[in-house]
């Protein structure tokens, strides 16, 4: 189907930018499919066993970035480092540079890398294109997912399962085989079977787009998830039933890193690691106890400056 071939697009649609409907369609479905690339099948390139060591997942070193368009500067050398099977967390006040380093991670075209380095699983992360990204087991849920207009959920996951398949040389399964391997997720994100049917995204709530996400990320799964506040808008329950599905997808080699502006995520999802993000810098890391004296005091305590 042309609409799934990378290649396609219908100028002047980005990949990640939001435009009109119709951009916003094929982009998704563009996103959609690169995210569909990600791996899970497919042996991790950092199981070479090391004798039980905590690997090394990610590396990223002195970045800085700028806004392409107005060569903005906004990360001005972030440091940051990941084992597998870590789970770290990125806080920080409005305007820090929290999703743009999330999106800089995925590739996205909106920033500029102008210096600094990020290893990821032993590779230059920086040489790599997004779909290289996303097929070496790299997903990133959206602080705000688009709708796709008159393209049913397990449709579009189906077509996004099956690119993946495709790359990784598997038969793609049918609408029928699909909908057994889907069905049972949906408990995970607790909806209901007819969540399948309805639109992408189309007139869900702020909850359900975030439960959407998470399904996106058990059909496709990931070896590093990167949750851009996943909790936002979120009701205690919903909060509780996202948190419990990410727990629900994390092994002892899958890691997550996760943005949040709130701590009671981090009374169901249990960090490893806080990074404290200020003007484009990490200016503290820790445990939990950060965040317990961010509740107190608020971010001037742990100020970097
Ligand atoms: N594509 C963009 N165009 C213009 N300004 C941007 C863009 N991306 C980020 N910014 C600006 O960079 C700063 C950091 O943004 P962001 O990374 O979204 O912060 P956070 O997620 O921590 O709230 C903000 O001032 C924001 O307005
Ligand atoms: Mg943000």
């Given at each position: 189907?042309?609409?799934?071939?990378?290649?396609?697009?219908?100028?002047?649609?980005?990949?990640?930018?939001?435009?009109?409907?119709?951009?916003?369609?094929?982009?998704?479905?563009?996103?959609f499919?690169?995210?569909a690339?990600?791996?899970?099948?497919?042996?991790?390139?950092?199981?070479?066993?090391?004798?039980?060591?905590?690997?090394?997942?990610?590396?990223?070193?002195?970045?800085?970035?700028?806004?392409?368009?107005?060569?903005?500067?906004i990360?001005?050398?972030?440091?940051?480092?990941?084992f597998?099977g870590?789970?770290?967390?990125v806080?920080?006040?409005?305007?820090?540079?929290?999703?743009?380093?999330?999106?800089?991670?995925?590739?996205?075209?909106?920033?500029?890398?102008?210096?600094?380095?990020?290893?990821?699983?032993?590779?230059?992360?920086?040489?790599?294109?997004?779909?290289?990204?996303?097929?070496?087991?790299?997903?990133?849920?959206?602080?705000?997912?688009?709708?796709?207009?008159?393209?049913?959920?397990?449709?579009?996951?189906?077509?996004a399962?099956?690119?993946?398949?495709?790359?990784?040389?598997?038969?793609?399964?049918?609408?029928?085989?699909?909908?057994?391997?889907?069905?049972?997720?949906?408990?995970?994100?607790?909806?209901?079977?007819?969540?399948?049917?309805?639109n992408v995204?189309?007139?869900?709530?702020?909850?359900?787009?975030?439960?959407?996400?998470?399904?996106?990320?058990?059909?496709?799964?990931?070896?590093?998830?990167?949750?851009?506040?996943?909790?936002?808008?979120?009701?205690?329950?919903?909060?509780?039933d996202?948190a419990?599905?990410?727990?629900?997808?994390?092994?002892?080699?899958?890691?997550v890193?996760?943005?949040?502006?709130?701590?009671?995520?981090?009374?169901?999802?249990?960090?490893?690691?806080?990074h404290?993000?200020?003007?484009?810098r990490?200016?503290?890391?820790?445990?939990i106890?950060?965040?317990?004296?961010?509740?107190?005091?608020?971010?001037?305590?742990?100020?970097?400056?």
């Amino acid at each position: 189907m042309a609409l799934f071939n990378p290649t396609f697009s219908f100028k002047p649609c980005n990949l990640f930018s939001n435009g009109p409907q119709r951009c916003r369609y094929v982009q998704s479905v563009r996103n959609f499919t690169l995210r569909a690339t990600v791996s899970v099948e497919a042996p991790s390139s950092s199981t070479t066993d090391t004798g039980g060591a905590p690997k090394l997942l990610l590396e990223v070193k002195d970045l800085s970035a700028v806004i392409t368009e107005s060569k903005q500067s906004i990360l001005k050398g972030v440091n940051l480092t990941m084992f597998e099977g870590e789970v770290h967390v990125v806080m920080g006040k409005n305007g820090s540079g929290k999703s743009t380093f999330a999106k800089v991670l995925v590739g996205h075209p909106d920033y500029e890398i102008t210096g600094g380095s990020i290893i990821y699983k032993g590779q230059d992360l920086l040489e790599m294109a997004p779909e290289e990204r996303a097929l070496a087991g790299l997903f990133m849920s959206f602080q705000s997912p688009v709708e796709i207009p008159g393209v049913s959920n397990i449709d579009f996951l189906n077509m996004a399962y099956n690119a993946r398949r495709r790359k990784l040389g598997l038969p793609e399964l049918g609408p029928i085989e699909f909908y057994g391997y889907v069905a049972p997720k949906l408990e995970l994100v607790n909806m209901k079977i007819d969540f399948l049917n309805r639109n992408v995204n189309e007139g869900f709530s702020g909850g359900e787009k975030k439960r959407n996400e998470i399904l996106q990320l058990a059909v496709l799964g990931a070896d590093l998830s990167i949750l851009d506040e996943i909790d936002s808008g979120l009701d205690v329950d919903a909060l509780r039933d996202v948190a419990k599905a990410v727990n629900g997808l994390q092994t002892p080699k899958n890691s997550v890193l996760m943005i949040t502006h709130y701590l009671r995520l981090l009374e169901f999802i249990k960090p490893t690691y806080i990074h404290i993000m200020e003007n484009g810098r990490i200016v503290k890391t820790g445990d939990i106890s950060i965040a317990e004296i961010l509740e107190r005091e608020g971010y001037k305590s742990i100020s970097g400056t």
